[in-house]
């Protein structure tokens, strides 16, 4: 199989010390020519078979073959040719990706876990970052990825505008979504965001607070939606009061102004926000504003982030399993590639847990 052309020996850079087993390939120079699986075959002493096995990650080849192969795959500076390869076999072995453009942790930990998923399962990514999460930029990503071949696609799906932009993935090309609204376009992966808030109010409550604050993402967002939905129902299963609502962003700073606001009530003691960024913001406003959490006021938020430990106090929070998310995405895609699932099999709920920190105390 051809691969990409070698340059000429400028000092012959990386060699590969000789462990004493098979060919001495420190005293081997790249060919000026294109080179293919069979050179380093020959150069490692082995099969092609063996050197595809290795390739492609498949069990049954010893440490020792499996390290000498790779060995004479750098000092070839072999790439495999994926376009042939394709035109040969009918198959990439590639998914598309389609994420978006954000500094929130959690689709960025859900890309590294697709990733990942993916290169376990045998398959390669190829990404397609969209700046908005409108209809018309979601299809020009679907367009250049379909345009590469690839087998499937995975999208990030925050909004209702990126589910639908998946129904127009050409037809035998399955989609699955990560994180949008159960709305039968394509076969949906998401954190039970309803039972995370119904999880974070009911622990506030159980504290001892007469009803509970929110203050959530972004109103187009199913996810920031479903937590306010949550929120709502556990209050009136209470009995306990529902405060009026102002939808923000995901930010901090949209934490710190609505906080300015709920720090200037001293009825408040205990708030819920949408994620931890949220959190985070309204954690520095009662602060500024002399109302010691969780001594005063408590606060959960919603992800758990890395940093939500952290935080001052440490941060009680919903935790949700991103690397679980891109795993579990990965398996709905493969199973309708091979055939072992039907192309809509429903939507799939993961459940979150509540990560008990410093940050919520009994009501004061």
């Given at each position: 199989?051809?691969?990409?052309?070698?340059?000429?020996?400028?000092?012959?850079?990386?060699?590969?010390?000789?462990?004493g087993?098979?060919?001495?390939?420190?005293?081997?120079?790249?060919?000026?020519?294109?080179?293919?699986?069979?050179?380093?075959?020959?150069?490692?002493?082995?099969?092609?078979?063996?050197?595809?096995?290795?390739?492609?990650?498949?069990p049954?080849?010893?440490?020792?073959?499996?390290?000498?192969?790779?060995?004479?795959?750098?000092?070839l500076?072999?790439?495999?040719?994926?376009?042939?390869?394709?035109?040969?076999?009918?198959?990439?072995?590639t998914?598309?990706?389609?994420?978006?453009?954000?500094?929130?942790?959690?689709?960025?930990?859900?890309?590294?876990?697709?990733e990942?998923?993916?290169?376990?399962?045998?398959?390669?990514?190829?990404?397609?970052?969209?700046?908005s999460?409108?209809?018309?930029?979601?299809?020009?990503?679907?367009?250049?990825?379909?345009?590469?071949?690839?087998?499937?696609?995975?999208?990030?799906a925050?909004k209702?505008?990126?589910?639908?932009?998946?129904?127009?993935?050409?037809?035998?090309?399955?989609?699955v979504?990560?994180?949008g609204?159960?709305?039968?376009?394509?076969?949906?992966?998401?954190?039970?965001?309803?039972?995370g808030?119904?999880?974070a109010?009911?622990?506030l409550?159980?504290?001892?607070?007469?009803t509970?604050?929110?203050?959530?993402?972004?109103?187009?967002?199913?996810?920031?939606?479903?937590?306010?939905?949550?929120?709502?129902?556990?209050?009136?299963a209470?009995?306990?009061?529902?405060?009026?609502i102002?939808?923000?962003?995901?930010?901090a700073?949209?934490?710190?102004?609505?906080?300015?606001?709920?720090?200037?009530?001293?009825?408040v003691?205990?708030?819920?926000?949408?994620?931890?960024?949220?959190?985070?913001?309204?954690?520095?406003?009662f602060?500024?504003?002399?109302?010691?959490?969780?001594?005063?006021?408590?606060?959960?938020?919603?992800?758990?982030?890395?940093?939500?430990?952290?935080?001052l106090?440490?941060l009680?929070?919903?935790?949700?399993?991103?690397?679980?998310?891109g795993?579990?995405?990965?398996?709905?895609?493969?199973?309708?590639?091979?055939?072992?699932?039907?192309?809509?099999?429903?939507?799939?709920?993961?459940?979150?847990?509540?990560?008990?920190?410093?940050?919520?105390?009994?009501?004061?």
């Open positions: 199989m051809a691969a990409a052309v070698i340059g000429p020996d400028r000092g012959r850079p990386g060699r590969v010390a000789h462990s087993t098979g060919p001495d390939l420190d005293a081997v120079d790249p060919p000026l020519r294109k080179v293919g699986m069979r050179d380093v075959a020959r150069l490692a002493g082995v099969s092609h078979q063996t050197v595809s096995r290795v390739l492609n990650d498949l049954n080849v010893s440490a020792a073959t499996r390290e000498r192969v790779l060995d004479a795959v750098r000092v500076n072999y790439r495999r040719n994926l376009a042939a390869r394709t035109l040969v076999t009918s198959r990439s072995r998914i598309g990706l389609i994420g978006f453009e954000t500094t929130l942790a959690g689709p960025a930990s859900m890309i590294y876990g697709i990942k998923a993916a290169r376990e399962a045998g398959y390669y990514v190829s990404i397609a970052t969209v700046r999460l409108e209809r018309h930029a979601v299809l020009d990503a679907v367009e250049q990825l379909c345009a590469q071949a690839v087998e499937g696609i995975i999208a990030i925050p209702n505008s990126v589910a639908d932009a998946l129904t127009q993935v050409p037809l035998g090309t399955p989609a979504g990560v994180g609204a159960d709305d039968g376009y394509v076969p949906m992966l998401r954190v039970d965001n309803v039972r808030a119904c999880m109010t009911s622990h409550l159980d504290l001892g607070h007469e509970v604050h929110h203050v959530p993402g972004p109103a187009d967002w199913p996810e920031a939606r479903d937590r306010i939905d949550g929120w709502r129902q556990t209050l009136h209470a009995g306990a009061p529902v405060p009026p102002e939808p923000g962003d995901w930010s700073r949209s934490g710190y102004l609505r906080g300015q606001h709920l720090a200037a009530d001293t009825r003691t205990a708030v819920f926000c949408g994620n931890d960024h949220i959190a985070l913001g309204v954690l520095r406003a602060h500024e504003a002399g109302r010691a959490v969780p001594a005063r006021v408590s606060v959960v938020g919603f992800d758990d982030t890395p940093e939500s430990g952290f935080f106090p440490p009680t929070t919903i935790h949700q399993d991103f690397a679980e998310l795993r579990r995405s990965v398996e709905l895609l493969v199973a309708q590639l091979t055939g072992a699932q039907s192309p809509d099999p429903g939507p799939v709920h993961l459940s979150p847990h509540l990560v008990v920190r410093a940050s919520a105390n009994a009501a004061p």
